[in-house]
């Protein structure tokens, strides 16, 4: 019998153990965007092709990640939402029991441009009556895998040659990743600069999805 509890408990010890390296946890956030080549996600996650396939493998193997051929390249996605979820999961105890975690967060953020107390609804709501202009900010092709209701794609890299397409008057929502992301941290500080109501909401996708809220493809 103990033998069989010892087997039960090394299985599920699996999961701990993939994802106990930081830049695993980073690829794990990475792919709740959507689907990615190993290219891809060794370029974001600024590490070498070869460290993300050893990463990537470990995931595999505790059956967190699951991949597909398209042509030449193996694309990588999560093998099940609720991956996103455990994410999210962790990161949220993390944040709520280190105080190392809050310090550094605290240390990247101004608490006070962000929308942690803000009813989610009351957002979707205000998106939805013109009310607020939501930008998601990251790349385009992680907006088409998933994005927030009525928010509008415009990649970081783009937002200051098209600032003139929004309306000054209207308050900006910018999100991207998630609170590790700092893409819509730096929309917001552009936005500001230039007269802009601008806020940053820290939920991602997986964030979203884990408050049970919609997401639209």
């Known amino acids: 019998m ?8 090394e299985q599920v010890a699996r999961i701990g153990k993939a994802l106990s390296s930081p830049k695993r946890l980073e690829l794990v956030e ?7 080549t190993v290219e891809l996600l060794a370029a974001q996650a600024e590490i070498s092709t070869k460290l993300a396939s050893a990463h990537l493998k470990e995931l595999r193997q505790a059956r967190l990640v699951d991949t597909r051929k398209d042509g030449k390249y193996v694309v990588y996605r999560l093998a099940d939402p609720g991956v996103a979820g455990l ?10 029991r280190l105080v190392e975690l809050q310090v550094a967060l605290s240390s990247l953020m101004d608490h006070g441009d962000e929308l942690e107390h803000v009813d989610r609804s009351t957002i979707l709501q205000r998106a939805r009556t013109g009310d607020v202009v939501v930008l998601d900010v990251r790349p385009t092709e992680e907006y088409a895998s998933g994005h927030l209701p009525h ?3 415009l990649p970081l ?5 098209k600032l003139d397409e929004l309306p000054v008057e209207t308050p900006v929502v910018a999100y991207c990743r998630g609170p590790f992301c700092l893409m819509a941290k730096d929309a917001v500080d552009l936005l ?22 919609p997401v639209e493809q």
């Not at 069989?4 to 408990?9: C, D, G």
């Not at 909401?201 to 408050?211: F, H």
């Open 2 to 9: 103990r033998e069989i509890k010892n087997h039960l408990y």
């Open 30 to 36: 990475l792919l709740c965007q959507g689907e990615k």
């Open 87 to 96: 994410w999210v999961t962790v990161r949220s105890q993390a944040e709520e």
């Open 151 to 153: 928010a509008r794609s």
């Open 157 to 161: 890299d783009e937002l200051k040659k």
């Open 192 to 213: 500001r600069k230039k007269g802009y109501r601008a806020f940053h909401l820290t939920d991602g996708v997986a964030e979203w999805r884990a408050r049970g809220l």
